[in-house]
């Protein structure tokens, strides 16, 4: 990926929001949860009071309004910084 955060930051995909229907109404992706979770694509180097703890692959849990929302050759993802990282999944 030609996509590496600087610093504290961290590059997250977001897994896809499931798409509920309820008696045939789809619901639009203006309306569906933001998703909370996903995977870590790319990290900074860390500075020298933070370490980087995570890594590329992680599977995340963050907040509902962490990060910024980016789009980068049609795709998009999340820049934070890895203190609004809640968890590590597995």
């Given at each position: 990926m030609n996509l590496k955060?600087?610093?504290d930051r961290v590059l997250i995909k977001p897994?896809?929001?499931?798409?509920?229907?309820m008696s045939g109404i789809?619901?639009?992706d203006s309306a569906k949860e933001k998703p909370l979770r996903?995977?870590?694509?790319?990290v900074g180097k860390g500075t020298?009071?933070?370490?980087?703890?995570?890594k590329e692959g992680?599977?995340?849990?963050?907040?509902?309004?962490?990060?910024?929302?980016?789009e980068f050759e049609g795709e998009k993802y999340l820049?934070?910084?890895?203190?609004?990282?809640?968890?590590?999944?597995g």
């Open positions: 955060p600087l610093a897994t896809p929001a499931e798409e509920v229907t789809i619901i639009p996903g995977t870590v694509l790319s020298k009071d933070e370490e980087m703890i995570l992680d599977q995340v849990l963050y907040g509902k309004y962490a990060g910024t929302e980016i820049i934070m910084r890895q203190t609004d990282v809640f968890a590590v999944i």
